[in-house]
């Protein structure tokens, strides 16, 4: 596959995808969502590649979804889950949609086989959080500034609610009530991130814990992520996020009622000045 949105190349036995958006700050596209799986899919296969790095060019991590994408809504044909029809009427298209691309993708790359590390630096806004909280390991820029600010278009979250886990409930409780950003040594304070680190020697630093990693007997190391991963999930946290994913729908069906749009637009004005085109 010819990748267009994203880049793909092999650095010892590190794999790095990084998003290569940087006029659109890696706004997440349809497209770029199945150049990122199709990448983890590559790195996964490779019998070289221990680890794989997720990261973002230019100054900014990702502005989130990309709801400026002309096509957003055309079903593209290939689908990780069963999730396919986007163009049903009601919320049927829109459920099938989100479960596809964000949700059911999110869960498939947070159960990668092989260890992850996300290497973020500016704004990781909205789906940016999705796309870092899917993987192991956060390294984070001095720069980075994490927001998701949804509550403001009248949605409680992202898809990927895995807020309560990664920044405790009460924090994100406050963090989502009120909109506002956390820097980066609140995220490291939480335990959201794993170290926070000079902007430039963000890439570096995650190249050489990701050595580090490699080094070490993989089948372990994947058993270590695997039983990490297993201690959430006897928490409740799949249950949990399916949960929030249908109060997520729920509020797009409420903004629809409402406004006719599935975001309040009043929030979209006051950010953007700009009306909403989808959710
Ligand atoms: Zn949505």
């Given amino acids: 596959?010819?990748?267009?949105?994203?880049?793909?190349?092999?650095?010892?036995?590190?794999?790095?995808?990084?998003?290569?958006?940087?006029?659109?700050?890696?706004?997440?596209?349809?497209?770029?969502?199945?150049?990122?799986?199709?990448?983890?899919?590559?790195?996964?296969?490779?019998?070289?590649?221990?680890?794989?790095?997720?990261?973002?060019?230019?100054?900014?991590?990702?502005?989130?979804?990309?709801?400026?994408?002309?096509?957003?809504?055309?079903?593209?044909?290939?689908?990780?889950?069963?999730?396919?029809?986007?163009?049903?009427?009601?919320?049927?298209?829109?459920?099938?949609?989100?479960?596809?691309?964000?949700?059911?993708?999110?869960?498939?790359?947070r159960n990668f086989s092989k260890p992850t590390i996300a290497a973020v630096q500016g704004k990781c806004i909205g789906g940016g959080l999705m796309l870092a909280w899917s993987c192991d390991l956060i390294m984070a820029a001095e720069d980075a500034v994490f927001l998701d600010p949804v509550v403001n278009l009248g949605i409680a979250g992202v898809e990927w609610f895995a807020h309560p886990w990664e920044l405790g409930p009460r924090r994100a409780k406050e963090l989502l009530m009120t909109a506002e950003s956390w820097d980066a040594r609140l995220a490291e304070s939480v335990g959201m991130v794993n170290h926070v680190v000079p902007v430039d020697e963000l890439h570096a630093r995650t190249q050489q814990l990701a050595e580090r990693i490699a080094s070490k007997p993989q089948f372990a190391v994947k058993m270590v992520k695997q039983s990490v991963n297993a201690a959430t999930d006897a928490q409740g946290q799949p249950a949990a996020m399916m949960t929030a994913y249908a109060f997520h729908q729920l509020g797009h069906s409420h903004n629809m009622e409402l406004h006719g749009l599935p975001l309040d637009p009043s929030g979209i004005a006051a950010s953007t000045g700009k009306a909403p085109a989808a959710g």
């Fill in 1 to 109: 596959m010819e990748f267009t949105q994203i880049r793909y190349e092999k650095r010892g036995p590190v794999a790095w995808i990084t998003m290569d958006r940087p006029a659109k700050r890696n706004a997440q596209s349809v497209p770029m969502t199945y150049e990122l799986n199709e990448a983890f899919d590559l790195a996964a296969q490779d019998h070289d590649v221990s680890v794989v790095v997720l990261a973002a060019s230019g100054p900014h991590f990702s502005a989130g979804h990309d709801i400026a994408d002309p096509h957003r809504y055309e079903d593209p044909g290939h689908s990780v889950s069963t999730w396919a029809d986007w163009a049903a009427p009601g919320a049927e298209g829109r459920n099938a949609r989100e479960h596809e691309i964000y949700f059911d993708m999110c869960k498939r790359w």
